[in-house]
């Protein structure tokens, strides 16, 4: 079934997160699902735009639809994943999509708050919901010095008045996390300060946490010694996921660590049989694996197991 993320946002505030994780493929819709039914959890499932140019995007869709059938106890919300405006109108139309992310935070402040309110003006008209972001993810990782690493964290009183201005439903906030494996040098933590001051001024109000991937060291060994060179890789501790949902993170986002269980199980499978060139048996493995990994994610952000709860609140 089909929600917003409004309804999972409001079953899930200061309880637990909803893991958004990205799809780009028939393989991992399903590794995704059966994932979330393993594990009976709530979900975000979200396509970004390089995701919806790499087949047609009218062949994600119609994936997700197959899945919903296939699982019909499944409850997630359908996300655009760093939209711009344009993709934003794209998927507000296309009728499919039950909340978008406009991504204008590299723009002035001004220019964020009027792009994001233009977007948030058509997806209510439509019903959907809508998140924004300010602060800047990716400029983080690459300082080592805090001082000027903190200039790109959200400024608290700048988010106060963003959502205020917008009307935004939820709002990805800079917290110290960036995208991809290479998320740290030398420490390894997120600013709870700042989510603390942000929470303090925007009581109640769904924050959400991008670049939540975990890296995980022994995934990275097993990919190096399957032939891979990924060197100096560092994620989120997950162990601090539960510790933000608190503090109202009700979406974490996580891409990456998909990508990394993807890699291992086809390098493996192709280094122990170098002849083979049938791609369905490491589909099917990385299906699993997959599904596995993702129960275990849910795990840590606490939605494992809310699913009946969450039929109950939504009266289905
Ligand atoms: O935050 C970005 C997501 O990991 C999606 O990545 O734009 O390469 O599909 P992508
Ligand atoms: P990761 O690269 O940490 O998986 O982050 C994904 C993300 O934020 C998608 O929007
Ligand atoms: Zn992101």
């Not at 596995?292 to 939605?303: D, E, K, Q, Y």
Request: hydrophobic share 40%; net charge negative; proline share 4%.
């Amino acid at each position: 079934m089909i929600v917003t993320t409004a309804q999972l946002f409001k079953h899930a505030y200061g309880k637990y997160a909803v893991g958004a994780y990205n799809i780009n493929n028939a393989e991992q819709a399903m590794g995704l699902f059966k994932g979330a039914i393993q594990s009976k959890a709530p979900f975000i499932i979200q396509i970004s735009k390089g995701a919806r140019a790499y087949t047609d995007k009218r062949m994600l869709e119609a994936i997700i639809r197959a899945a919903g059938e296939i699982f019909p106890e499944a409850i997630y919300a359908v996300h655009l994943d760093h939209g711009d405006e344009a993709t934003c109108y794209d998927c507000i139309d296309s009728g499919f999509f039950s909340s978008v992310m406009i991504d204008a935070s590299h723009d002035p402040f001004e220019e964020n708050v009027a792009i994001t309110k233009r977007v948030v003006d058509k997806a209510h008209a439509k019903g959907l919901s809508v998140e924004a972001e300010l602060g800047m993810l990716g400029g983080v990782e690459e300082d080592i010095k805090v001082e000027e690493g903190n200039a790109c964290l959200t400024d608290p009183a700048e988010a106060e008045d963003f959502v205020k201005k917008t009307g935004c439903d939820s709002l990805a906030c800079a917290i110290g996390t960036s995208h991809g494996a290479f998320k740290f040098k030398g420490r390894q933590s997120l600013h709870f300060d700042v989510l603390d001051k942000i929470k303090a001024k925007l009581p109640g109000f769904p924050l959400v946490m991008h670049g939540s991937s975990s890296v995980p060291k022994d995934e990275v060994d097993r990919i190096n010694k399957a032939g891979g060179t990924i060197k100096d890789s560092m994620g989120v501790d997950p162990a601090e996921y539960l510790p933000a949902a608190k503090r109202g993170v009700t979406k974490v986002n996580i891409d990456t660590d998909g990508r990394l269980v993807w890699t291992r199980v086809h390098r493996e499978y192709f280094q122990a049989k170098p002849g083979d060139f049938d791609f369905r048996p490491p589909g099917k493995i990385f299906i699993v694996e997959y599904a596995n990994f993702i129960a275990s994610r849910n795990i840590l952000l606490g939605s494992a197991g809310q699913l009946d709860d969450l039929r109950k609140s939504l009266g289905k």
